[in-house]
C-alpha cells in the first residue's frame, strides 16, 4: 500500500499499472510461502510451490480487479480476503478429495 501511496503521487500511469499487476503475484507468493512452512512443520505431503501458488494468485488477482475502480486504497483488504477465501476453498478441496467414501 506504501508502494502504491508514493506511486501515486508521482503520477507515473506506467508504475501505478506495473505494481496494479505485481500486488497479486506478491500477495500469493506470501500465502504460498506460508502454505509451504506448514506442511513443512505438520509434516504433510509437501505440495510444489506453484500447485499452491494459482489457487491465491487467482483469488488475489479477483480481489485487485474487485476494487480497481476505487483505487488502490483497499486493494490490501480485497487481496486479503479473497487471498484467504482461495486458501480456505483450497484446503475443502483437498480434504474432499482425500475423503474416504463412503460404503
Not at 508502494?3 to 499499472?17: D, H
Amino acid at each position: 500500500m506504501a508502494a502504491f501511496l508514493l506511486v501515486s503521487k508521482s503520477g507515473s500511469q506506467i508504475a501505478e499499472g506495473i505494481l496494479w499487476l505485481l500486488a497479486p503475484v506478491v500477495t500469493a507468493s506470501g500465502f504460498t510461502t506460508g502454505i509451504r512452512i506448514i506442511e513443512h512443520f505438520n509434516e504433510a505431503t509437501e505440495t510444489g510451490f506453484f500447485h499452491i501458488f494459482v489457487w491465491p494468485l487467482i483469488g488475489c488477482a479477483l480481489g485487485a480487479t474487485a476494487v480497481y475502480w476505487y483505487g488502490p486504497m483497499l486493494i490490501v483488504f480485497s487481496m486479503l480476503a479473497a487471498g484467504a477465501a482461495s486458501i480456505v476453498l483450497r484446503e475443502v478441496v483437498l480434504i474432499s478429495r482425500n475423503r474416504p467414501r463412503g460404503n
